[in-house]
């Protein structure tokens, strides 16, 4: 048996001392459902003859008056030369009627001991590469999640932690972080991702050797699993440029990270301690003209060119989405000629009191007032700060902007209803329109005509 308890130890990656244990467990579980619970039983391992012995205790007395639990002293001498009155001695027990019954009572308490020592240990390997990424092999699906292959056990992919359009097949190697570790009643659950950010970060300490020797570091990252990341760097080293290492010679490292994420588009971008600064590069590959700071709120309006309007935004709004996500100020865009029309208003506005005018309005919008609203709302300071506007002008001021904002709104809605309206009738006209498909007939016979 010493030979079978090395070999299943091997096996099961666990110590021979723990199968050892199951055994005697076993042994001795079979034996009280066999001899009854109140018999006090003992098993134990003899490695000169391999086996699993069961030893009864019983107490040494000079007369015997219970037979299952007393023992005369002659008798216990043979067993123990040195033993005395009042003494508790072993008995061996006979295990040879030990039916199939008790026999399979052994077997599963094995099994089960085997199990849950062959958790422990995965459960004490893993918990410790939490918060790497490992390789595994697709096995099959399950409820729509993935369960992996890692060798030594399997780990799933719930949907959630999936990349939206990647598909796998059972076979496929697959790279993924180790989100978390759980003990659960039917094993160590090993939870992957590759949605997640850390997914992101992680292949880029692989890739670029300065990040492992942490001259350059990810400052904050943004991710939309599939689609477009981005991340930002900084360098403890003014030598090393932190984007330039990220991106490697021709593109070679941040091109493995893509590969490896299937495509997904990465923008690396330089961190600052500048907010203005920083968020002007998390709106790359757009040109900023123009930054207004609401410290205060943690908001930026940003001001574009017009032809980089669609650019900053990104495609349903991702890139400006990206951009939050990693600096974590709210930014709301706006182009050029939105903010002259915005600044015209302002004028507008403000020149309710004489020698008033654009002046003043670019000052307004320095100071966040962006809108007709956040000047009829704005602090009575902030007017009275400007030049020639004493208390009786800031409030004709803010009443002409409430005016001002009313009437732009009903602008804007007449604007809206007419190109409504605009629309409704090209689409009527086109249902309307006679079908031309016989035009290219009608040019063809009047060609076979001159012939």
Not at 12 to 33: C, F, H, N, W, Y
């Amino acid at each position: 048996m010493k030979r079978e308890i090395d070999q299943i130890a091997k096996d099961k990656g666990i110590e021979a001392e723990e199968i050892v244990s199951a055994l005697e467990e076993a042994m001795m579980q079979a034996a009280r459902k066999r001899f009854g619970l109140e018999k006090e039983i003992e098993a134990r391992f003899n490695e000169e003859t391999s086996e699993i012995e069961l030893y009864e205790f019983r107490s040494v007395v000079e007369v015997v008056t219970d037979t299952e639990s007393q023992i005369d002293l002659g008798a216990a001498r043979e067993l123990d030369p040195e033993i005395e009155f009042g003494d508790e001695i072993g008995v061996r027990m006979d295990t040879s009627d030990f039916g199939r019954i008790l026999a399979q009572t052994a077997k599963q308490v094995i099994i089960q001991r085997i199990r849950d020592a062959e958790r422990d240990n995965v459960y004490d390997e893993y918990i410790d590469r939490k918060g790497e990424v490992v390789n595994g092999i697709v096995r099959r699906f399950e409820k729509g999640s993935l369960i992996v292959d890692l060798g030594r056990t399997e780990a799933i992919v719930p949907p959630k932690e999936q990349v939206p359009r990647e598909t796998y097949r059972p076979g496929d190697r697959i790279r993924a972080y180790v989100l978390d570790v759980t003990k659960a009643t039917k094993g160590p659950q090993l939870i992957l991702s590759r949605a997640c950010i850390e997914m992101l970060t992680k292949l880029f300490e692989q890739e670029v050797p300065e990040m492992y020797e942490k001259i350059v570091s990810i400052e904050s990252a943004a991710r939309e699993p599939g689609g477009r990341s981005k991340i930002a760097v900084a360098s403890r080293d003014s030598d090393v440029d932190p984007v330039g290492a990220c991106v490697g010679m021709k593109g070679s490292r941040v091109q493995a990270v893509v590969q490896e994420l299937r495509g997904e588009r990465i923008d690396i971008v330089p961190w600052s301690i500048d907010p203005a600064r920083y968020v002007c590069s998390a709106l790359s590959p757009a040109a900023v003209s123009k930054v207004i700071i609401d410290e205060a709120n943690k908001s930026m309006d940003v001001i574009v060119p017009d032809d980089q309007l669609s650019l900053a935004i990104g495609r349903r709004g991702q890139n400006v989405r990206l951009a939050v996500q990693l600096t974590g100020w709210r930014i709301d865009i706006k182009s050029e000629s939105k903010m002259q029309e915005v600044a015209s208003w302002l004028a507008d506005a403000v020149s309710v009191v004489e020698g008033c005018g654009e002046p003043e309005a670019e000052l307004l919008l320095q100071q966040g007032v962006t809108s007709l609203e956040d000047l009829a709302e704005c602090q009575m300071e902030l007017l009275t700060s400007l030049p020639g506007i004493d208390t009786g002008g800031a409030e004709e001021i803010k009443a002409r902007a409430a005016v001002l904002a009313v009437q732009k709104a009903e602008e804007e809605e007449q604007a809206r209803l007419e190109a409504e309206q605009q629309a409704a009738e090209e689409a009527a006209a086109a249902e309307n329109s006679p079908a031309e498909e016989s035009e290219p007939a009608s040019a063809a016979e009047s060609v076979r005509d001159e012939g």
